[in-house]
């Protein structure tokens, strides 16, 4: 840093003594003092920089390029004024130019002011650390005061000549803690791989008051200069990291303080004019994938979710619409959820076939940045408060499968591992695939809210897509999106504000078609018909009512409502001609199948080998007796569901 004359600092002190008696220190409204954060009853003065700047915008530039000096001359001014030099001064609402992308910092910004916003991912404890120590000479009793700047310093020598062995007799510490900031990628779209760097949280920042409100995946902005810190003395190599000035929590991921008013009416003004626009919402979802309209409209009315239902605080219904689509490879279920993972903010997608359940929840390592041991939180954590798009959700251990459960249907999961214990917030709407072939443990199945089979597209409908696909180039409108990637966050925003009453004839409407519906004709004696279904809906009325901007859950939204789960019932086989299949639905081993039930579990008894009996082994075995494919997946479907087999991993069978 270049050295700053006397004049300059002095001229700056004298300016900065007229700018503080013109807004009042004790003015909350100005240059708020507060006494509820800090140590040793410092009282921390919030200076607005936008306000400044239009005092001095000389002293602007000062604070962003010489940051410690600029805080030094608004004490000595304080000081002049009220005659305490006790104060933590907090800059906030700096102008946009001083925005600063974690992922562009570099070298040159060391001892630079900027602010940065992103997500929390990783919180450590709260340690402390001296700021000086003060030795006592055994000699000549003199006291000698050492500050602690980089590292552990005692003295060397005192003023009577002794060198060495002074004893230690008080210190003044403060408190520090660590957080790894990921930056935002919303702005650029979630292809790229979010940049992170750890904040450090000094004195008041690093209160309880602040501690508490350090919640994974909530988004802050953080006011701080760029510090610097060795990594390997050897080589001499640095990383960069922010020395927090100021913190402002700004909310979850999906936050409605992006939009400004007139971004809002410009959104209603497009919902009140399209008559239809749930439906061409949904369609500008994937645009170049023709079909599935029925599966996107779920998607969206997943994406914008219901309200959740409290009782003394404690989560009583979930309002999370969780949807899985269950289809071969190429049928455009990756794709969908590609899509939505590029378009929703603060969104996450992973992989069954990577990602364990310690890689969907959370995993304990050793942490270089923070010190000691830290929660590093999966997927799951990390998408709260926006969505999850899980792939091949088939090739998830049954063991793994548990901390899937706890996070759709409770919102949080409990991690305990190695010496931390904790719960994680995991207020995340799941979208997940899986392939057909693999069974599925009922016990997830039924935590989501509609299952769809993505069908296989005819030669006929093969003809009409291509059609559509040639008249769009011959168009020149290559994107057939009907709505912007911008607009649909920004009208997702707005919908998940709105709480609607369900109103007494959608009620009604849906009570008696849930009842039609699920008339178990020629149901088989022992099978128990669960009621679950009932709360999918009213989610899915209120989600639909949400669309609309609506403040009433109406029998329109409830006939969207039952119109989905009457599809998504159809393509799973569970609905038809309008009869409902009980036994497919709850996966019980039907009266007439029993001995089929009987053949299957000799079979997997035979064909065990230790790990278990291959499927391909069991439906080749079984096809010459009498057992197809289809058959022979319902039973083993429905032998998992009542605890006879196990399965260990995906495509082998167990007995229990």
């Not at 969907?360 to 799951?380: C, H, N, R």
């Not at 935590?447 to 059609?467: M, Q, Y």
């Not at 009266?591 to 278990?612: C, F, N, R, Y």
């Amino acid at each position: 840093m270049k050295k700053i004359n006397e004049e300059f600092y002095s001229s700056k002190i004298e300016i900065l003594e007229d700018y503080l008696k013109l807004h009042n220190p004790n003015d909350l409204s100005a240059t708020e003092i507060s006494n509820d954060l800090g140590m040793d009853n410092k009282k921390e003065v919030i200076i607005d920089v936008k306000e400044l700047l239009s005092y001095d915008s000389d002293m602007v530039s000062f604070i962003a390029s010489h940051s410690q000096d600029a805080i030094r001359l608004f004490e000595i001014a304080i000081n002049n004024i009220v005659g305490s030099s006790k104060v933590e001064i907090r800059f906030i609402n700096m102008p946009n130019t001083y925005k600063k992308p974690i992922w562009k910092i570099r070298s040159k910004d060391v001892g630079k002011f900027y602010f940065f916003e992103g997500y929390i991912r990783r919180v450590s404890e709260v340690k402390h650390k001296p700021r000086l120590k003060v030795y006592e000479c055994p000699q000549c009793g003199n006291h000698i005061t050492v500050l602690q700047l980089n590292g552990p310093k005692a003295p060397t020598k005192c003023g009577c000549g002794r060198k060495g062995k002074f004893r230690l007799i008080s210190k003044e510490v403060y408190n520090f803690q660590k957080v790894i900031l990921e930056e935002d990628t919303s702005e650029q779209g979630n292809e790229t791989e979010p940049a992170k760097k750890m904040v450090l949280l000094k004195e008041g920042l690093a209160d309880p008051f602040i501690t508490n409100k350090l919640k994974l995946s909530y988004k802050v902005r953080v006011y701080g200069s760029i510090g610097e810190m060795v990594i390997n003395e050897k080589d001499d190599e640095y990383i960069t990291y922010i020395e927090a000035n100021n913190l402002e929590f700004l909310g979850d991921s999906f936050s409605i303080n992006i939009l400004s008013p007139t971004c809002i009416a410009k959104i209603k003004d497009i919902v009140e004019s399209d008559k239809d626009i749930l439906t061409n919402m949904a369609n500008s979802i994937a645009p170049s994938l023709h079909g599935l309209y029925n599966i996107k409209k779920a998607i969206m009315l997943s994406i914008i979710g219901s309200n959740h239902t409290y009782e003394n605080k404690v989560l009583i219904e979930r309002g999370n619409v969780h949807i899985l689509l269950i289809g071969s490879p190429g049928g455009g279920k990756s794709a969908i959820m590609q899509n939505v993972n590029n378009l929703i903010p603060g969104s996450r997608y992973a992989s069954g076939s990577t990602a364990s359940g310690v890689g969907l929840v959370a995993t304990v390592q050793k942490d270089e940045l923070l010190g000691g041991w830290s929660l590093f939180p999966g997927a799951i954590p990390l998408s709260n408060k926006s969505i999850i798009l899980l792939d091949e959700l088939d090739k998830i251990s049954s063991e793994d499968m548990g901390y899937l459960n706890q996070a759709l249907d409770k919102l949080e999961v409990q991690v305990d591992k190695a010496m931390i214990h904790t719960k994680l917030q995991s207020d995340t709407t799941v979208i997940a695939a899986a392939n057909p072939k693999h069974n599925l443990n009922k016990d997830l199945v039924d935590r989501f809210d509609l299952v769809f089979a993505t069908p296989n597209i005819s030669k006929g409908e093969h003809s009409k897509v291509l059609d559509k696909i040639f008249g769009r180039f011959l168009s020149g409108d290559n994107s057939g999106r009907i709505y912007s990637e911008e607009l649909i966050r920004h009208y997702v925003l707005y919908a998940k504000t709105i709480k609607p009453r369900l109103t007494e004839e959608a009620h009604q409407y849906l009570k008696e078609e849930y009842t039609k519906i699920l008339d178990p004709k020629g149901l088989d004696e022992g099978v128990f018909l669960s009621n679950r279904i009932v709360p999918s809906i009213i989610r899915l009325t209120i989600a639909a009512a949400r669309s609309r901007f609506s403040k009433e859950a109406t029998v329109e939204d409830a006939k969207t409502s039952i119109g989905l789960l009457k599809e998504s019932l159809m393509s799973i086989d569970v609905l038809k001609n309008g009869v409902f299949d009980a036994v497919t639905y709850e996966r019980v081993v039907p009266t007439k199948s029993i001995g089929k039930a009987e053949l299957i579990l000799k079979m997997i008894g035979e064909l065990d080998t230790g790990m278990g009996a291959e499927y391909n082994k069991l439906e080749s075995v079984l096809k010459d007796k009498g057992i197809d494919e289809f058959e022979l997946d319902k039973l083993l479907s429905a032998l998992s569901n009542e605890g006879s087999i196990l399965i260990p991993r995906t495509g082998f069978y167990r007995l229990l």
